[in-house]
């Protein structure tokens, strides 16, 4: 199914000029890994603490500009891992580990917008945690890590960066219908999927 992780080949393309720069200034994969995760859980708290206010309203704007500066830090971290030797068992672990802390950084100041279901951004979060299980338990059982849709980790930081702007402008997240809270609990079905999908893929790519 189409995801925007299927544009990653071209993304990493841009990257690679930036990437062999910051190698040559001895920059280690799992420096850019703990920089990404440490900078989006500052940003998820700063946000959380002034949801209400004028900061927040620029944050929630500057929200979609941070997913991105983190997906490229997440690319460069992996070109540095492959391409340049700095593959390492704390790399993967600093990875992994760093993935999930940062969504749900990110993701959980969506709890406090008022019109939001909090039961449904907590869903929310706990389903984008079981995606990237789902995803590792290829290398669980013999096989590789799984990257399958439609709602990985480029589609929720697309997804959360267009509420985000929503929000940030100050637009209705809720009218006749809660429609955001039903955006997300769509989002949460795609999740449902994307996890079927990456077992299935682990388990026919096991048996192969």
Avoid at 87 to 92: D, Q, T
Avoid at 128 to 133: D, G, P, Q, S, V
Avoid at 193 to 208: F, K, M, P, Q, V
Wanted: hydrophobic share 55%.
């Amino acid at each position: 199914m189409p995801s925007v992780y299927q544009l990653k080949p071209r993304f990493l393309a841009l990257l690679r000029p930036l990437t062999c720069q910051l190698e040559r200034r001895g920059v280690t994969a799992n420096q850019v890994t703990s920089l990404a995760c440490l900078l989006s859980v500052g940003y998820g708290a700063v946000l959380a603490l002034s949801a209400d206010t004028t900061l927040g309203r620029y944050l929630w704007l500057g929200l979609p500009l941070w997913l991105f500066v983190r997906m490229a830090l997440n690319a460069i971290d992996g070109q540095l891992a492959r391409e340049f030797n700095h593959k390492s068992r704390l790399g993967g672990l600093l990875n992994e580990m760093g993935d999930v802390l940062a969504d749900a950084a990110l993701f959980a100041p969506l709890a406090l917008v008022s019109g939001l279901w909090p039961a449904v951004v907590l869903a929310f979060i706990w389903l984008a945690l079981l995606t990237e299980y789902a995803g590792v338990c290829g290398l669980l059982i013999g096989g590789g890590r799984r990257y399958e849709g439609p709602m990985g980790k480029s589609d929720r930081a697309t997804l959360i960066g267009a509420l985000g702007i929503w929000i940030g402008l100050g637009w209705p997240v809720a009218g006749a219908l809660p429609w955001m809270s039903l955006v997300l609990l769509l989002a949460c079905g795609a999740m449902g999927l994307t996890c079927y999908n990456r077992l299935r893929a682990a388990l026919a790519a096991e048996s192969a």
